[in-house]
């Protein structure tokens, strides 16, 4: 049962004190919480009180009530943020070690959640060794997961979708997905060059990290967040060299995973400077870099609507149609597959 306390059993000075403990999290990291592992606290009339107890059991209908109540803000004790990742962490091991028992579907959801959960701990301390490790051991076995399982790609889409998660951490899953099924689909790729090739589509945009993730939801961003983010390329391969078994070819296609997307005016940022025009590092890079402009395209942005998968399509046919004609059509053939399957 959800506990209450109401804000006026708390003193303005306890409450006040409260408000300098407290770091904000996102209502969806109650998912998948059955024990909880600290004290929860929303905000009303812009006084904190608690909404959800230690050791509280978190299901769907109390985090329906949650939203219903408009308590989209809720806040932990800064001291027992480690507390609840630990939790998080700990489960996201336990389900990537076990994704061939029980239900497929709903244990390739849950996986696809708590690694997008993970994401955001991983962009927030990217040089955490555990939490990327981690992040790549689950990649890594989700992506044999989803060779092994390719019925399940549309309906974990949808699901990940609704689920809300900022794009900044949700976008690398959902492009590595389009990226996957195309690859299966061509028969040109093996089993192991599909993982590595997956693996470097989820990690290539780690370098975002360098910026703050609310950055991301502005309209204008400053000119020095832009040279940083036209750097973020570069900047994903030092975070990652060394640190993940990723061949030094995947590594090239991290560095150059923008070439493609010159024409793409919403990302027009992220192209390093200098390299307007120039197309690098052949088809798998060319692969890598359209999954990712038609998955951003065709989902919403804070600052943008969602394009319709047509037009997303025309412009993947204007950046590779001519140097790729084949591939380009496959690539019309998965979607084509994928959203309008009858
Ligand atoms: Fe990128």
Do not use: C, H, N, W
């Given at each position: 049962m959800v506990q209450l306390r109401s804000s006026?059993?708390?003193?303005l000075i306890e409450r006040n004190h409260l408000a300098f403990q407290l770091t904000s999290i996102s209502?969806?990291?109650?998912?998948?919480?059955?024990?909880?592992?600290c004290d929860v606290y929303g905000i009303k009339d812009g006084v904190f009180e608690l909404v959800l107890k230690r050791r509280s059991y978190i299901n769907k209908e109390v985090i329906k009530g949650l939203i219903q109540a408009g308590r989209f803000e809720l806040f932990i004790n800064h001291g027992e943020r480690q507390k609840l990742i630990t939790y998080h962490q700990d489960n996201l091991r336990k389900l990537t070690r076990s994704l061939?028992?029980?239900?497929p579907l709903e244990k390739g959801k849950k996986v696809l959640n708590l690694l997008t959960i993970n994401m955001e701990y991983l962009y927030k301390d990217p040089t955490n060794d555990e939490t990327l490790n981690l992040q790549y051991q689950s990649a890594k076995n989700l992506s044999a997961f989803l060779a092994a399982n390719v019925d399940l790609h549309e309906p974990l889409y949808k699901s990940s979708i609704q689920m809300k998660h900022h794009f900044i951490f949700a976008q690398p899953l959902l492009s590595s997905l389009f990226l996957l099924g195309v690859l299966k689909m061509s028969h040109l790729f093996n089993a192991k060059d599909i993982e590595s090739l997956f693996i470097t589509s989820y990690f290539k945009?780690?370098?975002?990290?360098?910026?703050?993730?609310?950055?991301?939801?502005?309209m204008e961003i400053s000119d020095e967040e832009k040279k940083l983010l036209s750097r973020h390329a570069m900047h994903s391969v030092n975070i990652l060299q060394g640190r993940i078994q990723l061949g030094p070819q995947y590594l090239t296609i991290i560095e150059n995973h923008h070439s493609f997307s010159l024409l793409a005016k919403d990302l027009d940022?992220?192209?390093?400077?200098?390299?307007?025009g120039e197309v690098v590092a052949g088809f798998e890079t060319a692969l890598v870099c359209v999954m990712d402009v038609i998955a951003a395209m065709i989902s919403g942005r804070p600052f943008r609507p969602a394009s319709n998968l047509f037009d997303s399509l025309e412009l993947v046919k204007a950046l590779i149609a001519e140097q790729y004609p084949q591939e380009f059509k496959l690539i019309v053939t998965y979607f084509k597959n994928f959203f309008f399957k009858k």
């Open positions: 006026q059993s708390m003193s209502v969806r990291e109650l998912l998948f919480v059955t024990d909880l592992p061939s028992v029980g239900d945009d780690i370098g975002m990290s360098a910026i703050p993730t609310e950055k991301y939801d502005q940022y992220f192209s390093p400077a200098g390299s307007k």
